[in-house]
């Protein structure tokens, strides 16, 4: 079911994702999908999350930046190199006027795609490599939700050249070093 | 004009927003106005623009980080106390699905936002108070692209204990100081 969710959703968009589609395309019946599913958009969100999982996987190699790296690069190259990106805008430009969208937004995807973050940063913290002070929650923002401001407000480049500028600020701060404590 | 637009647009939303009602809150007929704005949503967003300026403006104490914590405390209390949150998540969602909007949201908002941004910025750089690997355009979306992202996407709270998180990590690094090079 989360697969011909996440297939539909990705190959039709959500105007034509409904739960008539994905129980024909999966074999389920729609009492089976509404039992696990309680919107159409919960289970849009899950597919959709189940579908990029894999891409989006965290690695520990042990070197933090590096990791991000890699994990912010295909996060970059799936908004803007497959339907990720308008499907992604579509979702969340419908969820400011769709109140249960949003919370399935917030609940089965921004959600579990945001502890994801979160866990992978504590395991560095734990590992020395994060001060102590750092805000995971609000690292979470400066990467991935800088991106999402480009995805929707394109006024400059979502590339990966702009991810590697978003860990080298975070990594190496932006005051002159001459000037620091 | 435009501030017969703005305070239309915060009083009542974008959705019974329209160039006739500016028209016969201003003054001004139609003809003049479609000659200055080529769209409603160009005349909404350099109305919603003329009005939020001088709450948005940037000191310059000669403070980098003062002068931004500043700035970022009353742009999040004015998406978070006023009606600019609603109206701005509502423009930002209908720009998803119409261009025209989106060409005037670029131009007539975020665009001009950004620029003022980086030239607070770049202020502060040939002061010598910014590093010369900065890219400017990248910290603006690590501090306001990142408070959007809360707006749009509410999983964590946006306030000013946020934002000043979000200036803590770029000025001060997220690494380790014993690991820094």
């Known amino acids: 079911m989360l697969t011909a969710a996440g297939r539909l959703l990705l190959d039709e968009g959500i105007q ?13 019946s729609k009492v089976t999908i509404y039992k ?6 919960a289970l849009a969100l ?3 999350f189940a579908t990029v999982e894999q891409v989006l996987e965290f690695p520990d190699t042990g070197d933090l930046e590096r990791d991000l790296r890699t994990q912010l690069h ?3 190259e799936l908004l803007t190199t497959t339907k990720a990106g308008p499907v992604v805008r579509g979702l969340i430009s419908e969820a400011q006027r769709d109140p249960v969208l949003m919370r399935a937004y917030l609940e089965s995807y921004s959600g579990p795609r945001r502890r994801l973050a979160v866990e992978r940063l504590e395991a560095a913290r734990a590992a020395g490599q ?13 990467l991935w ?12 480049p979502l590339d990966t050249a702009f991810a590697d500028r978003l860990l080298a600020h975070l990594f190496r701060g932006i005051g002159h070093r ?3 404590p």
């Open 178 to 180: 001459g000037r620091r």
């Open 16 to 28: 034509r994702f409904t739960v008539e589609r994905v129980a024909a395309e999966s074999g389920a």
């Open 130 to 142: 994060l001060g102590p002070d750092v805000d995971t929650e609000a690292v979470v923002d400066q």
């Open 74 to 76: 295909a996060f970059v």
């Open 145 to 156: 939700g800088a991106c999402y401001h480009r995805l929707l407000l394109p006024d400059q």
């Open 46 to 48: 899950a597919g959709y």
């Open 36 to 41: 696990l599913w309680p919107s159409k958009g």
